[in-house]
């Protein structure tokens, strides 16, 4: 699970060191937030394609995915590029959530939820997901990664409960601050408040710091633009049971690459 990529310089990090770790490490799967790929806010169909040539398997996102109005009808076409479940199907395009296939053969579901706490009330992603995991017209396989967009912790840790044992990964996205409190949780869920950012080390959230800090000193509007300079990549290794869908083991995963 690779946390929110940010911009060209995010991109090029994980088309630099995706290959050569999924080979290393013997990844079978590989997850990623995409929504800040474009310029650092939204997705295109060109940067998601560049993202799924090098290795990724499924793009995940958040709020940000509707940034780039060009996406729309590519998300209707594409089945391995999410946004959030709990936006509904009303007039929505593409899809919360999928089965897909890993290397070595196993089905597994990718899940796309929001939070609401200090975020658009779209509808409740804790109700959303219990419907999908209880009226699916198939049961989904035993191994479940869940990406949670959310801005809050105390919201990320609830969902992590509350799919314990039904979900085999849950991890937040959103905030782009790595947290230190992987665990594999009670009843066999790997969970993670939040995998951080793949983007500028030196940045303020991936973000050239002299655009974002006039807004806490003296409130003026600006416009974000994407640091540069060496880059972080974060992510989290999760081995899992492909018969039980239980975590057996995480990782966090932090690299540093210079330009």
Known sequence: ??????????????????????????????????????????????????????????????????????????LDRTERVLRP????????????????????????????????????????PFTEVDRLLDEASEALPPVRLVDFHCELTSEKNAMGVHLDGRASIVSGTHTHVPTADERILPKGTAYQSDVGMTGPLHSIIGFEPRTVLPRFINGLPTRFEVGDGPVVLNALLVDVDPATGRALSLERLREILED
Do not use: C
């Open 85 to 124: 479940l709990n936006y509904g199907t009303h007039d929505v395009p593409g899809r919360g959530w999928g089965v897909f296939g890993a290397l070595d053969g196993t089905d597994l579901a990718v899940i796309n939820l929001q939070g609401r706490s200090a975020m658009i009330p779209i509808e409740n």
């Open 1 to 74: 699970m690779i946390g929110d990529i940010i911009g060209k310089a995010g991109r090029v990090a994980v088309e630099r060191r995706l290959g050569p770790l999924r080979e290393e490490r013997g990844i079978d799967f590989v997850v990623a937030n995409g929504e800040n790929v474009a310029g650092g806010l939204g997705l295109t169909e060109s940067t998601a394609e560049g993202l799924l040539s090098a290795g990724v398997d499924v793009i995940t996102s958040g709020n940000h995915i509707w940034d780039k109005r060009e996406i729309y009808p590519y």
